[in-house]
C-alpha cells in the first residue's frame, strides 16, 4: 500500500470497480501510443487509460473463469505459520524479520531465480500470503518486512527514506540470498525495488515485478498531478499537524482502529471478498508496535525521495509491470500510471498487463489473475 493524504475527509481517495479482466498489453517496435476509452468491445470505466494500436498489437482479456481453468488455486499460508517461520538478519544493527519458502530446495527451485517479495506501505510479509504457496512451487521465495514495519525494528525516531530500504534490500541479497534474484514489491515496495535495481552494479538483481509502483515515499513527489496540486496546501498543514506529537496520536490511533482500517481497504482492493479479517489484522497488528506512530509521521512527512520516471531508463533488466485500473493512490490516468503505459512501446525490456477492476495491490486483490500474467513471464526470463 502507498501513503496517500489526497482526500480531506478520509485521506484516501474512494473509488469503484466493475468488471475483473485484465487487459494484456504486447510491445510491438512499430505501435504508436493514444489515449481512447475502449478496446474494441470492452469499456475501460472512469479514466481514460493508454493503448497501442498497430497492425500486430494485440490487446487480449480473459476472465477469472479461464484464469481458474487455467491456474490451479492454491490455499494461502495461514498467518500463524508466517509468524512461526520467519527469520531474523540483523543489518545495521536493527533486526529484519523475513521469510524463506520453502526451507529445502526443490530441483526447479535450484534452477530457477530465487524471488525476493517486497511490500507496501502499512503491509508485510503475510500480505503476499496468497502468492507465497504458488510462487514457491517452481522458486525459493524471498519475503522481507522492511524497516519500521511487520515484526522488523521500529526505531524510535528514525528518518526513513527510500534510500535507506533499497539500500537494506540490497544488502539483503549480498548477505542472506547470495543469488541474482528477481524483485517484486507493490506500491513504495515497487519503488525500492526500482532504485535498488537502478543502483546495483553486482548482478544482485534478475529481473523487476513491479504492483502498482509508486511515485514517491509520499505523494508530494507527485507534484504535477493537478489533484496533489490542489490539495498541497492541505498537505503542508498536515504535515505541520503530524510534527504535533499529540495530534499525531491521537490520528494515529484513528487510523488504526478495525473499522477504519476496513474501510480503507475496501477503498483500495477492487475484489472485496479479499478484504478479511487476516488482511485487517495484517495492518493493525504491527502498527499496535512501539515505534509505529514514528514511522508513521516520518513516512508521511518525510521526502520523498528518487522518482521512478527518471530511474527506469537505467534498467535494462527485463521488467514486469502489473498494474490494478482501480487504483485510487497510483491511477493509470496519473502521471506515474501514464509513464508506465508509454514503457512497453519505448523499451523492449519492459511488459505492461493492465488488470481491469483491481485496486492498489493485485497481487492480494487478484492473485488469480497476477499469477496468470507472472508465472509465463518468470519461466521465460533468459538464463543468467
Given at each position: 500500500?502507498?501513503?496517500n493524504l489526497a482526500a480531506p475527509s478520509s485521506f484516501f481517495l474512494p473509488f469503484s470497480s466493475s468488471s475483473s479482466t485484465p487487459l494484456q498489453i504486447h510491445h510491438n517496435s512499430t505501435c504508436t501510443l493514444q489515449t481512447r476509452r475502449k478496446f474494441h468491445?470492452?469499456?475501460v470505466p472512469k479514466h481514460p487509460i493508454a493503448s497501442l494500436t498497430c497492425a500486430n498489437a494485440s490487446v487480449t482479456s480473459s476472465t477469472a473463469a479461464v484464469s481458474a481453468e487455467k491456474e490451479e488455486v492454491l490455499p494461502p499460508l495461514d498467518v500463524s505459520e508466517i509468524n512461526r517461520k520467519s527469520k531474523k538478519w540483523v543489518w545495521k544493527g536493527y533486526t529484519i524479520s523475513y521469510l524463506v519458502y520453502p526451507e529445502g530446495n526443490s530441483d526447479a527451485a535450484a534452477v530457477n531465480p530465487p524471488l525476493l517479495l517486497v511490500h507496501g506501505f502499512g503491509a508485510s510479509i503475510a500480505h503476499w500470503r496468497r502468492n507465497i504457496p504458488t510462487l514457491a512451487q517452481s522458486h525459493t521465495v524471498y519475503a522481507i518486512d522492511l524497516l519500521g514495519f511487520g515484526a522488523s525494528d521500529k526505531p524510535a525516531g528514525f528518518q526513513y527514506s527510500m534510500e535507506v530500504w533499497a539500500q537494506l534490500i540490497l544488502d539483503f541479497l549480498d548477505e542472506v540470498v547470495q543469488r541474482p534474484t528477481v524483485l517484486l514489491?507493490?506500491?513504495v515496495g515497487s519503488l525500492a525495488c526500482v532504485i535498488?535495481?537502478?543502483?546495483s552494479s553486482r548482478s544482485l538483481v534478475r529481473g523487476l515485478v513491479l504492483f502498482n509502483c509508486a511515485g514517491g515515499m509520499n505523494n508530494k513527489a507527485i507534484v504535477d498531478d493537478w489533484r496533489i496540486?490542489?490539495?498541497l496546501p492541505l498537505l503542508w498543514l498536515f504535515d505541520f499537524l503530524l510534527k504535533q506529537k499529540g495530534i499525531a496520536s491521537y490520528l494515529f490511533d484513528r487510523v488504526?482502529?478495525?473499522d477504519n482500517l476496513r474501510n480503507v481497504l475496501l477503498s483500495v482492493y477492487g475484489n472485496k471478498e479479499s478484504v478479511d479479517e487476516d488482511l485487517v489484522e495484517i495492518i493493525r497488528k504491527p502498527a499496535l508496535d512501539e515505534g509505529a506512530l514514528d514511522a508513521f509521521v516520518s513516512i508521511v512527512t518525510g521526502p520523498p525521495g528518487p522518482n521512478p520516471i527518471q530511474l527506469i531508463p537505467k534498467i535494462t533488466l527485463p521488467v514486469l509491470v502489473l498494474w490494478g485500473d482501480q487504483d485510487p493512490f497510483t491511477p493509470i490516468d496519473g502521471p506515474v500510471g501514464k509513464y508506465f503505459s508509454t514503457l512497453p512501446a519505448q523499451m523492449p525490456n519492459v511488459n505492461l498487463f493492465l488488470?481491469?477492476?483491481v485496486g492498489h495491490c493485485p497481487h492480494d486483490d487478484r492473485p488469480d489473475l497476477v499469477h496468470e500474467k507472472l508465472l509465463p513471464w518468470l519461466s521465460e526470463l533468459p538464463v543468467s
Open positions: 500500500m502507498a501513503v468491445s470492452l469499456v514489491g507493490n506500491s535498488a535495481a537502478a543502483e496540486k490542489l490539495l488504526r482502529q478495525r488488470l481491469e477492476g
